[in-house]
């Protein structure tokens, strides 16, 4: 399959621009204010017809990663390509074709408008439908998530949790996108709810032969949902592989770690062990390896070398030295 989207090196840093003080201090000798450290050298591909799961911690940058993806933010070195092409190419608008679906759906809707003026407003301002075509559009795609299209006219706070994360999926299926950004989109609904929502998300790839990145720190959904999982840690993909290969034997020790501090029915008594120490700062990541302050296999290697993502099997990249020449070296 085609990779419908190519993520080449990307980075994404967060800074201000240095005050006067901040210059008149550096004239002193102080270093320029630091920045944030959100995404550092990502390169991933997503086949057309693919959903990707994206795991890791909070804070490890997977949510900046998908709003590049989506065309939010800019990198700040390297490109996100979507179909061949820069999803922010310079002095023009993103491209609809790749839509993002938030966490909290509550505080992505706009509470002033009316779900059909949030679901039509994309179509007409893109040109893909007339204003006078703007009502059946929205009367069809609020059907298609699950919803009464005579719903259209209430407001966001009318609707339950579920109910408004079906909205926000309906305002990014009417503008006929090819890719979909999801971004914890079950993470603060009840478990129920959940199930209906990722059922949902699974009938529309099928009928409509959706591509996805799925972002998620539940494990158990990503599972679920994605053909291909990524591992990040602190700005980094240390991990990739299929769903099947990933779950059954992972090759890298963070996700290991991961994997271990998830409970399991059948295990029966046992101690849970969380992850050895803090995420660090994003303004201060540790040299070499990010995650080898944590890491029990860590040797001098790892101190000091950005380990590269490499094939260990067929089909699964690994960053670590464990699978390229040991931690010695």
């Given at each position: ?161 579920g109910q408004r994360q079906r ?83 992972p090759a890298h020790p963070y ?75």
């Amino acid at each position: 399959m085609s990779a419908l989207l190519r993520v080449e090196n990307a980075s994404k840093r967060f800074g201000r621009a240095p005050t006067l003080g901040d210059r008149l201090l550096q004239l002193f000798g102080a270093p320029p204010p630091r920045a944030v450290r959100a995404v550092s050298g990502v390169s991933l591909e997503v086949a057309r017809g693919e959903v990707l799961g994206l795991v890791g911690e909070s804070g490890c940058g997977k949510s900046t990663l998908g709003r590049m993806v989506a065309g939010i933010y800019p990198p700040s070195s390297g490109a996100v390509l979507f179909d061949g092409t820069p999803v922010m190419p310079g002095g023009r608008k993103r491209t609809p074709r790749v839509q993002m679906i938030h966490q909290d759906p509550f505080a992505s809707l706009d509470p002033r408008m009316r779900v059909g003026e949030t679901v039509s407003e994309g179509p007409v301002a893109h040109g893909l439908v007339s204003r006078a075509g703007a009502d059946a559009l929205v009367a069809d795609t609020l059907a298609r998530v699950g919803l009464d299209p005579a719903m259209r006219r209430r407001y966001p706070h009318q609707f339950s949790g579920g109910q408004r994360q079906r909205v926000a999926i309906a305002r990014a299926l009417a503008l006929r996108p090819d890719l979909l950004v999801l971004d914890e989109p079950v993470a603060s609904l009840d478990v129920s709810i959940q199930a209906q929502v990722l059922n949902l998300f699974a009938d529309l790839r099928r009928d409509l032969g959706l591509t996805g990145l799925f972002i998620s720190h539940d494990l158990g959904v990503v599972r679920h949902v994605s053909d291909r999982v990524a591992i990040m840690y602190l700005g980094r993909i240390v991990e990739t592989a299929p769903t099947a290969a990933l779950y059954a034997e992972p090759a890298h020790p963070y996700t290991r770690a991961l994997f271990d501090s998830v409970p399991r029915l059948g295990r029966g008594r046992g101690v849970f062990r969380p992850i050895a120490g803090e995420l660090p700062s994003p303004l201060a990541p540790p040299p070499g390896c990010h995650f080898h302050p944590r890491c029990p296999q860590a040797g001098p290697r790892c101190r000091v070398e950005v380990p590269a993502l490499l094939p260990v099997r067929p089909g699964q990249h690994a960053a670590c030295h464990l699978h390229h020449g040991g931690t010695g070296a």
